[in-house]
């Protein structure tokens, strides 16, 4: 479904600072229906190469197809009817705050060339009802809760009718359970509607919970890659450090008393860092 091909983004230099190559030589193929988790650290290009896909930020080289369309291959009026199929949501939500949770979402349909406002209407209402809002469509976004507003952006991303779905962060503002309900929203619109959901995160719980496979990103480039199934049959020999923490059992912190560590040059290193 997407398949991005020899991938390179570099950033022009500003003043101050050189140019910035942001994902370098990245190609990955996502199926239709999957669920493709990227993860990585702060400033890996996570969100670079997601804005790849939908050619937010075009590719300084290589090649972005998403369906039968090769999307680096259109100018900017093939592109623009080519991003309908694309739903985007982000980590801020990103909602407009003068128009209500019903308006946004018409709002984005309006976008995507749906004229008759009698038909918005009824399709913004169909997709707030698929994420259980329809009791907040008048409502504001102050007047919503962050999960709420989450549950806005992905009706609003779901509204056109997209055959992919690409999340920035999507949970990253939200606490644990919000971020339960939102990822279980993710889920059942992969499962109902087939839509194919690719997710950018830097939290292991929301890739462990969601992915049916696995990229992780390191300065730029996919440094690691597998399956969901490969974390859970214990088959999976991971290379980074990223890859052996979701084989592991989450976070863990050693608080034994100082006079027990066995090198206090190990703590002296650590503070060293913190400072
Ligand atoms: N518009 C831009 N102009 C210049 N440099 C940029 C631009 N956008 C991103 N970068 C740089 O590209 C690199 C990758 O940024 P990106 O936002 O893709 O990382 P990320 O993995 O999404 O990080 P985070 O987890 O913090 O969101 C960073 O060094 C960043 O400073
Ligand atoms: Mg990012």
Do not use: W
């Given at each position: 479904m997407i398949s991005l091909r020899h991938v390179t983004t570099t950033f022009a230099a500003t003043r101050g600072r050189g140019p910035v190559?942001?994902?370098?030589?990245v190609s990955l193929e996502v199926g239709r229906g999957r669920i493709q988790g990227i993860i990585g650290f702060s400033g890996a290009g996570k969100s670079t190469l997601l804005r790849n896909i939908n050619l937010l930020e075009r590719p300084s080289s290589g090649e972005v197809q998403v369906g039968d369309t090769?999307?680096?291959?259109?100018g900017d009026e093939g592109l623009r009817r080519a991003r309908h199929q694309i739903g985007m949501i982000f980590q801020g939500f990103n909602?407009?705050?003068?128009?209500?949770a019903a308006q946004n979402v018409e709002l984005a349909l309006k976008f995507a060339g749906v004229r008759d406002r009698a038909v918005r209407r009824r399709r913004a209402a169909e997709a707030l009802e698929i994420v259980d809002l329809s009791g907040k469509a008048s409502a504001y976004p102050a007047q919503l809760s962050g999960g709420q507003k989450q549950r806005v952006a992905i009706a609003r991303a779901l509204a056109p009718e997209p055959e992919v779905l690409l999340c920035d962060?999507?949970?990253?503002?939200?606490d644990p359970f919000t971020t339960a309900s939102v990822l279980q929203y993710l889920a059942d619109v992969n499962r109902e509607f087939g839509i194919t959901v690719v997710i950018v995160t830097h939290e292991m719980e929301v890739i462990k919970a969601l992915a049916d496979d696995v990229a992780v990103m390191e300065d730029g480039r996919v440094v690691e890659r597998f399956g969901a199934q490969d974390l859970l049959s214990g088959s999976f020999d991971p290379a980074t450090s990223i890859g052996r923490y979701l084989v592991s059992d989450g976070i863990s912190v050693d608080r034994r008393p100082a006079t027990d560590v066995e090198s206090t040059a190990q703590s002296e290193a650590l503070l060293e860092v913190v400072r």
């Amino acid at each position: 479904m997407i398949s991005l091909r020899h991938v390179t983004t570099t950033f022009a230099a500003t003043r101050g600072r050189g140019p910035v190559t942001a994902v370098y030589d990245v190609s990955l193929e996502v199926g239709r229906g999957r669920i493709q988790g990227i993860i990585g650290f702060s400033g890996a290009g996570k969100s670079t190469l997601l804005r790849n896909i939908n050619l937010l930020e075009r590719p300084s080289s290589g090649e972005v197809q998403v369906g039968d369309t090769v999307l680096t291959g259109l100018g900017d009026e093939g592109l623009r009817r080519a991003r309908h199929q694309i739903g985007m949501i982000f980590q801020g939500f990103n909602l407009v705050n003068n128009l209500t949770a019903a308006q946004n979402v018409e709002l984005a349909l309006k976008f995507a060339g749906v004229r008759d406002r009698a038909v918005r209407r009824r399709r913004a209402a169909e997709a707030l009802e698929i994420v259980d809002l329809s009791g907040k469509a008048s409502a504001y976004p102050a007047q919503l809760s962050g999960g709420q507003k989450q549950r806005v952006a992905i009706a609003r991303a779901l509204a056109p009718e997209p055959e992919v779905l690409l999340c920035d962060e999507p949970t990253s503002a939200l606490d644990p359970f919000t971020t339960a309900s939102v990822l279980q929203y993710l889920a059942d619109v992969n499962r109902e509607f087939g839509i194919t959901v690719v997710i950018v995160t830097h939290e292991m719980e929301v890739i462990k919970a969601l992915a049916d496979d696995v990229a992780v990103m390191e300065d730029g480039r996919v440094v690691e890659r597998f399956g969901a199934q490969d974390l859970l049959s214990g088959s999976f020999d991971p290379a980074t450090s990223i890859g052996r923490y979701l084989v592991s059992d989450g976070i863990s912190v050693d608080r034994r008393p100082a006079t027990d560590v066995e090198s206090t040059a190990q703590s002296e290193a650590l503070l060293e860092v913190v400072r």
